[in-house]
């Protein structure tokens, strides 16, 4: 199917919104589950018929952070209602908590967020509470999350 777009013309106006989110990005640490490593001080001996003298082993927990950017919205204009009305008959009944956070991250930090369980920022800690939404111009280039501050 044809475009009205040239290829060159579609790359510029990625660009500008890659340079919207540059701009407006900030850095937020994550933290993945910890590797476990098990050292073994003994490598005579055999785990399967149990000779020799059973090893003596450490487990070492090994943490898994770092930090990417993001674009991050707060929660603070609660005067309109965002997804309900009570004049129209609407199926759509969300309820959004309270101090939940907007983040939007690109590829890279979506990525990072498949697997990660803590989000730290602002001086606060946060969990992801919702599933990942893609969007972009023209593929999926951007990635929003929404988040809960947790204790």
Do not use: C
């Amino acid at each position: 199917m044809p475009s009205f777009l040239t290829d060159s013309e579609k790359s510029a106006m990625q660009s500008v919104f890659q340079d919207l989110h540059d701009t407006f990005a900030r850095p937020i640490y994550y933290y993945k589950e910890a590797k476990k490593v098990v050292l073994s001080t003994n490598p005579k001996f055999n785990s399967i018929y149990q000779q020799n003298i059973a090893p003596k082993q450490t487990v070492q927990r090994i943490v898994q952070s770092g930090s990417f950017n993001a674009r991050i919205q707060y929660d603070t204009d609660r005067s309109e209602a965002m997804f309900e009305d009570s004049s129209v008959d609407s199926q759509l009944k969300i309820t959004m908590p309270d101090g939940y956070v907007r983040i939007k991250v690109d590829s890279d930090g979506h990525e990072i967020l498949k697997n990660a369980k803590r989000l730290e920022f602002d001086e606060r800690r946060f969990s992801i509470e919702s599933d990942v939404r893609p969007h972009g111009l023209f593929t999926p280039n951007y990635y929003t999350y929404f988040l809960l501050p947790t204790s």
